[in-house]
Each structure stands twice: as structure tokens, then as C-alpha cells.
């Protein structure tokens, strides 16, 4: 099937069934005077919940999302069959624009690149463009999610080149098993790790083993790293738990986000404030975000299932690098995990690194023209990635 348009129609009685369960929602107690340190606070919870009930309007940001080009495709997937996956597909005006592929992660969607997209496909003599293609995973969003186990990394991959976090992870498993074909170059906001006799994050183990075992100088970590460190100490602590739940037991949790908007609600707001940093989430901003997992077409539990299938699967620990193909790196030290740079030279042919003072884990959506920048220093002329794409470098000729 070829690609086909696409437009966010969310029906009548799904929006009445909303309302309805939002009507009945029964909230805990909550201790005084605790603010975040037990989770969400109460306060958020029930304006939040009351603004989405009484007066959040879905079909004005139904409409808004509708401006974009969206699509969908089949495509045929090895052992799974055909799986219907939705994208956004933003061309560039230039002819000689840079194909780029946004793949988000959980608990994010395709709305993490509404803000780049403008940005990456506007043509100027000053910097390169880029034709954007943002997949939804499939399981999220938009997109039909696989019926049958199994379907990890690999398969994500196989799919997302028929047409961070797991993004990143997509990409590079792509990056490794289908360049030269399709993928020339690739950037992300990479994560980090903890201290190199306790890594225990299985995001960066990889990371961290290449630079272990390769023959790359250490150099001491600078305050920067220190700090990026500290930070994944604070993840450790503090977040994994949510991880734990949804690479072991997915399904259990997936009841109770089904069925409950506010614990859907509850469950990925925590993770939006907790991992950004200091971003001032709009309460509209917020509720659309979560109404893209509440009304996704295959409901909210089947985007946890890659956590358990990656797992299972190791996936995670054993991702491969690319070995030629150009990397960039953009740290943001809110971010949840930063390797250090020499770790990073250890897998890959790093070429471009930026560090920043702020921003957090969903950097396209708080950092939209910071992130642009750095792709533009990647691939724009005097770059170490410009031209990398044969006859795509970006630029009018």
C-alpha cells in the first residue's frame, strides 16, 4: 500500500466517554506539605483533570495537528505481518534538502517535533534544509500496534526503515543494519551513565563497555560530566521505578492506564515535569500530549510493551554502533543520562558534539531552536557531517 493521507479524527462517543470517566474519577489522599516528593501533587492532579473535563477543547488542537502532513503506510514486517504506521511527512521547498528522520520514545509522540519542523524545512542561504519524516512507533499514536510478542528493537527498526531514549536506540539499530542504504547520518540528544564501576543503567552499559574495551585515552570528566553523572545517580534513585514496572509487568499497569485518564493522566505528567528542565508546561500543553495516548489507536498499554519486548530481547544492552556513519551529540544537562564524550568516541565516529546550559530529556519540544542549531552545525557547510548525503547537502545550487 502506498502512502496514504491521513487526519486525526477523534469520534464523538470517544470524546463523550472521556468526559464521562472524567466525571467519575476518585482521587487519593495526599500527605501535607510534600510537594513532588511523593509524586504528583494533588493540586495539579485536580486542575488539570478539571480543565480537561469542563473545558479543554480536543477538536481546536485536533485541528491545529491536523495543519501537518500526515500519512500512513503499510508496512511489511518479518514474522509480524502488516502493521498500518501513521508519520508526518514536512518537505522542505528545497530540492536539495537533507532527508531526516525524528523517531521519538516514551512517553512521547510525534508532538515532539512540532516545533523543529518549521524550523528544519524553512529554506535560507544560511543553513541547510532538511526534508523531515516523523515516525509514530508502532503501538503509539496513530499507528497500528504489533498483536503478537517479541516485537523489539530489531523489528522497530525494520519497520521504521520500510516507510533520546527509544528513539535513539531505533535509529542506531537502523543506522546499523540498513546503511549505507538508508541512513547516511544521524544526530540525537544521546544519554548518559553513572560512574564506570557502577553502571547499572542499561541505556549506556553499551557505552560505557565500547570505552572500556577500546583504545581511546582516558581523560578526566569535566564539570560538566561530573554533573551529568550526579544526575543519573538522581534517576537511579528516584525514577527507575516506572521502568521496572514496564519491562517486567506491562500489562497489569495497562489496565489501570486504559481505563483511567487520570492515572494515565498522572502517570506520564510526573515524567514530563520530573525529566525537562524547568520547562513551563501549559496546562493545554499538557493535556494534548496525553490526549494522543488516551485516544491512540491502540490504546495507552501497547506503548509499554517495548520496554518488556527490548528486555527480554536485550535489546537494550547489546545495541550495535555505527561504524563509519557520522554521529552528533547534543548534551542537555537535565537530561536523564549523558555519557561522557570519551565513552561516546568509543562507539561511533563522533563528530559533532554541543553542550548546553539547560534542557531535558524532550529537547526538541523545550530547546526546539537550540536542537535545529546543532543539526544545522552538523550538516550545514563547514560542518563535519556536510554533503554526507550524496547529492542532498541542504543548499540551493
Request: proline residues 7%; negative net charge; hydrophobic residues 35%.
Amino acid at each position: 500500500m502506498s502512502e496514504q493521507p491521513f487526519q486525526i479524527s477523534v469520534s464523538n462517543e470517544d470524546l463523550e466517554l472521556l468526559r464521562k470517566k472524567l466525571d467519575l474519577i476518585r482521587f487519593p489522599d495526599e500527605l501535607e506539605n510534600v510537594g513532588w516528593d511523593y509524586g504528583v501533587p494533588f493540586e495539579d492532579m485536580k486542575r488539570l483533570v478539571t480543565r480537561w473535563r469542563d473545558s479543554y477543547d480536543w477538536r481546536a488542537h485536533e485541528a491545529e495537528l491536523n495543519k501537518l502532513p500526515h500519512f500512513t503506510r503499510d508496512i511489511e514486517t518479518d514474522a509480524f505481518g502488516t502493521l498500518n504506521v501513521h508519520y508526518i511527512h514536512q518537505r522542505s521547498t528545497q530540492e536539495h534538502a537533507i532527508p531526516l528522520l525524528f523517531v521519538h520514545g516514551w512517553p512521547g509522540s510525534f508532538m515532539e517535533a512540532c516545533k523543529i519542523l518549521p524550523l528544519l524545512t524553512g529554506e535560507s542561504p544560511d543553513h541547510p534544509s532538511f526534508h523531515v519524516v516523523v515516525y509514530s512507533l508502532p503501538g503509539f499514536g496513530f499507528s497500528e500496534a504489533p498483536r503478537k510478542p517479541g516485537f523489539a528493537i530489531a523489528q522497530y527498526a525494520e519497520a521504521m526503515t520500510q516507510g533520546g531514549d527509544w528513539g535513539q536506540r531505533v535509529t542506531r539499530r537502523m543506522a546499523t543494519l540498513y546503511a549505507p542504504k538508508h541512513v547516511k547520518a544521524w544526530h540525537t540528544n544521546f544519554t548518559h551513565t553513572d560512574a564506570p564501576n557502577f553502571v547499572r543503567n542499561p541505556l549506556t552499559a553499551s557505552a560505557h563497555l565500547a570505552h572500556t574495551s577500546s583504545a581511546i585515552p582516558y581523560s578526566p570528566y569535566t564539570e560538566f560530566e561530573k554533573k551529568g553523572l550526579e544526575r543519573n545517580q538522581w534517576f537511579e534513585d528516584n525514577q527507575a521505578g516506572y521502568y521496572t514496572e514496564q519491562n517486567t509487568q506491562p500489562q497489569t499497569l495497562g489496565y489501570g492506564l486504559a481505563d483511567s485518564p487520570a492515572g494515565l493522566l498522572a502517570w506520564i505528567y510526573e515524567k514530563l515535569v520530573l525529566w525537562s528542565d524547568k520547562y513551563q508546561w501549559e496546562d493545554d500543553e499538557v493535556l494534548t500530549w496525553i490526549s494522543i495516548y488516551w485516544f491512540s489507536r491502540a490504546g495507552p498499554a501497547a506503548s509499554l510493551r517495548i520496554y518488556y519486548e527490548a528486555h527480554h530481547a536485550e535489546d537494550i544492552f547489546n545495541q550495535p554502533y555505527v561504524g563509519g556513519c557520522p554521529m552528533g551529540v547534543s548534551y542537555f544537562p537535565a537530561e536523564l543520562f549523558l555519557a561522557p564524550k570519551s565513552w561516546m568516541q568509543a562507539t561511533g565516529n563522533l563528530v559533532f558534539t554541543a553542550q548546553h546550559e539547560s534542557g531535558g530529556h524532550f529537547a526538541a519540544h523545550e530547546k526546539p531552536e537550540v536542537l535545529v542549531d546543532d543539526l544545522r552545525k552538523m550538516f550545514g557547510k563547514g560542518g563535519p557531517a556536510f554533503g554526507v548525503v550524496p547529492g542532498k547537502n541542504g543548499y540551493a545550487r
